[in-house]
């Protein structure tokens, strides 16, 4: 069953996004991470799209910002139970060619003075407005699709969902997010 939420899960923004790993001896790309919210997942090239022969394709989802490597419907809740909210993605006549403009923002394993960080990388405090919205009448709404009997269990299954469907401060900087330092992980 699909249950229109309104604007519960929309936010302002996220620092999600998509990390290529290539070799060092052949400069041949190996695999891709594809940044999902909290957490993540890194495949193998021979399970990418590509567009212009050796481009990978990162799909955003709508409101939701997180990138996947193929269009479609991607469930982020209770996977178990196949309970939660709906990340879409699907081919869009917009893109951004990531190969042309980019730019290095840390290599520390290049040396010191090798990359130079850009200034805003260094601000630490919320980014953006804080989102406050009427969640309890939309959840109401929502609740009130389910039959009788089934309404105290809804309400349990929505304590899975993501705090940010909530509504929530701005958002911190890249620097500290938990993956910054070290290896992306799933």
């Known amino acids: 069953m699909n249950i229109e939420m309104g ?12 990390t290529l790993r290539l070799s060092n001896f052949t400069g041949e790309l190996w695999n891709v991470y ?25 799909y955003s989802s709508k409101h939701g ?5 193929h269009p479609g419907s991607y469930i982020q809740g209770s996977s178990k139970l196949g309970i939660g909210m709906r990340n879409d993605t ?24 090798v990359v130079t960080e850009p200034d805003w990388l260094q601000y630490m405090r919320e980014w953006g407005p804080t ?3 009427d969640v309890r009448s939309e959840l109401d709404k ?3 699709h389910f039959p009788i009997f089934l309404r ?12 940010e469907i909530y509504g929530e ?5 890249p620097k500290e997010k938990d993956n910054w330092i070290g290896d992306e992980r799933s």
């Open 7 to 18: 604007k519960i899960g929309e936010h302002v923004a996220d620092w999600e996004h998509f």
């Open 34 to 58: 594809f940044s999902e919210h909290s957490g993540g997942e890194w495949l193998d090239t021979c399970n990418l799209e590509f567009i212009d022969w050796n481009k990978p394709i990162v």
């Open 152 to 163: 105290f269990s809804a309400e349990t299954l929505f304590e899975l969902f993501p705090t």
């Open 142 to 144: 929502i609740i009130s």
């Open 90 to 113: 699907a081919r869009s006549k917009y893109y951004i060619d990531s190969s042309t403009r980019y730019q290095i923002i840390a290599a520390e394993y290049l040396g010191v003075g």
């Open 131 to 133: 989102i406050v919205d």
């Open 65 to 69: 910002h997180a990138s996947f490597p």
């Open 169 to 173: 401060e701005g958002l911190t900087g």
